[in-house]
C-alpha cells in the first residue's frame, strides 16, 4: 500500500525555529514556499558551521596561521556541503523510491537543506568556546580555566543532542519530501549510510591487508 502523507503548512513558519519540533512543515514550507536563493543561504551557513567542526581542536599543529584557515575554510566547506547535499539527495530518491516515494529532485534537495539547520545553531557556541579558550578550542597546550572546561562540557552535552535529534530530523525531511512516513524517511536515510559504511570498511580491511602482506614479503 502506497502511504502518502499530505501535509498542510503556516506560511508565517520560521524554519531556523520550528525545524525542530515541526519538522514535516517546515520541510513543506522551504520546499512550497522558498527560493533556491534561500536554500543555498542555509547551505553557506551550513558551510561555515562546517569550517568550525573542521578545526575544533585539530589545528594546534598544522602551522597556518588562523585567520587564512578560516577565510579558506569559510570559502572551501560551502562547495564541499552543497556537493554533498547534492550527492545525497540524489541518493535519498533513489532510496525513497523503494518505499514508494514520490519525491522530486528539487523536492529532496530542499528537504536536505533543510534538515542541516539544527547544525546552524551550533555556529555560536562555536565562537563563543573559540574567544572565550582559543587554547582549548584549538587543542594546544595551555591548561585551560576552569570555566573554558565548564563550557567546553556543557558544549559537548549541547553536541551529542544535536547530533541524535538531527538524525530525527533528517528522517522526518526525507519522508516529508517523499510524502512517506518519517520512519521510511529513517530507513531511506538508513541504508545508504549502511552500504557506505561497509565499502568502506570493506576498503581499510583490504588497504590493511595489502600493507601488512607486503612487508611480509
Do not use: C
Not at 115 to 133: A, K, R
Not at 167 to 172: D, E, N, W, Y
Amino acid at each position: 500500500m502506497n502511504e502518502q502523507h499530505e501535509t498542510t503548512y503556516n506560511n508565517k513558519l520560521n524554519p531556523f525555529f520550528s525545524v525542530w519540533l515541526n519538522t514535516r512543515n517546515t520541510v513543506r514550507y522551504v520546499i512550497e514556499e522558498k527560493s533556491m536563493v534561500y536554500v543555498f543561504l542555509l547551505i553557506l551557513l551550513t558551510g561555515v558551521t562546517s569550517t568550525f567542526v573542521s578545526m575544533y581542536q585539530g589545528t594546534d599543529d598544522i602551522g597556518v596561521p588562523i585567520g587564512i584557515l578560516i577565510v579558506g575554510s569559510a570559502i572551501i566547506s560551502p562547495i564541499a556541503v552543497a556537493i554533498g547535499i547534492a550527492i545525497m539527495s540524489g541518493i535519498y530518491l533513489l532510496v525513497g523510491k523503494l518505499f514508494k516515494g514520490t519525491g522530486t529532485y528539487i523536492e529532496l534537495f530542499k528537504a536536505v537543506a533543510t534538515s542541516m539547520i539544527p547544525q546552524i545553531w551550533l555556529l555560536p557556541l562555536f565562537i563563543i568556546l573559540m574567544i572565550v579558550s582559543p587554547d582549548l578550542f584549538f587543542a594546544g597546550s595551555e591548561p585551560a580555566s576552569n570555566g573554558a572546561i565548564f563550557f567546553m562540557a556543557i558544549f559537548a552535552v549541547i553536541l551529542a543532542v544535536v547530533t541524535v535529534w538531527g538524525i530525527v530530523i533528517q528522517s522526518k525531511a526525507i519522508g516529508e519530501a517523499h510524502r512517506m512516513s518519517s520512519w521510511k524517511g529513517f530507513f531511506t536515510l538508513l541504508i545508504p549510510s549502511v552500504i557506505i559504511g561497509l565499502v568502506v570498511f570493506v576498503f581499510i580491511f583490504i588497504i590493511l591487508f595489502l600493507i601488512i602482506g607486503a612487508s611480509t614479503i
